[in-house]
Structure formats: C-alpha cells, structure tokens
C-alpha cells in the first residue's frame, strides 16, 4: 500500500502573518520579533487586548491578512516532494463566517 506522507501546518504565523499585522491594525506596543509565545494577550495591556478582541470579532480582518513572506513558496515545496498539505488552526468563535472566512484565504493563496 502507497502511504502518502502527510505535512501539518499551522495557520497562525506560520503563513498567515498575524502577529505583526495585529500590532500594526491593533496599535499595540510590542515588538513582534520578540514576542516568541503564541498567546499575544499575555503581553499586552487590557485597554490593548480590547482593541485586539474587537479586531479579531471583524470578519474583513480575517478576509485580507497578509502571508508569511515565503509562505506560497514553502506549500509549494513540500506539495512538489509528494507531501499533502492539511492547515491547522483554531478559529475565532466570536467572528461571524470565521471558518468560510479561513477557508476562503486558504483557498485563494494555497489552492486549497
């Protein structure tokens, strides 16, 4: 039996750039180089965390995020040496059409 080899990839900073873009949009002082966890409202103040929370209930937010410089090339790559790419990620209840939003983008920048 052919087993396919199989690549699991985080969304999140992985190839959509949601850090950096979420300091920017967010107006949240940190630098994204050295936040290193993946739970930014550890790091960020209340009154921050409430900019963040009503940017992240916004479906156009999720709609338009940038790729992680390198993100296409790289799904290329492992899809080119036989892997299957499954995207993983965790949504975001509170944000109307999350999932089709998710869905939508990977579709668009990876041909999912």
Same mark, same amino acid.
């Given at each position: 039996?052919?087993? !396919?080899?199989?690549?699991? /990839?985080? @969304?999140?900073?992985?190839? @959509?750039? *949601?850090?950096?873009? +979420? ?13 290193? !966890?993946?739970? *930014? ?6 009154? $921050?965390?409430? #900019? @963040?929370?009503? *940017?992240?209930?916004?479906? =156009?937010?999720? #709609?338009? *995020? ?6 296409? =090339?790289?799904? =290329?790559?492992? &899809?080119? !040496?036989?892997? &299957? +790419? ?9 944000? $109307?059409?999350? =999932?089709? /939003?998710? &869905? $939508? ?8």
């Amino acid at each position: 039996m052919d087993k !396919q080899r199989v690549a699991l /990839i985080d @969304v999140c900073d992985c190839v @959509v750039d *949601l850090k950096p873009t +979420v300091i920017k949009e967010a107006n949240v002082v940190i630098d994204p180089e050295s936040c290193m !966890q993946w739970d *930014l409202f550890n790091l960020i103040s209340v009154e $921050e965390s409430a #900019r @963040v929370m009503k *940017l992240f209930d916004d479906p =156009e937010f999720w #709609r338009y *995020l940038p790729p992680v410089v390198g993100a296409h =090339e790289g799904i =290329e790559a492992l &899809r080119a !040496q036989g892997y &299957r +790419v499954h995207f993983l990620t965790s949504p975001w209840n509170t944000c $109307e059409n999350w =999932e089709g /939003i998710r &869905r $939508e983008w990977l579709a668009r920048l990876f041909s999912w």
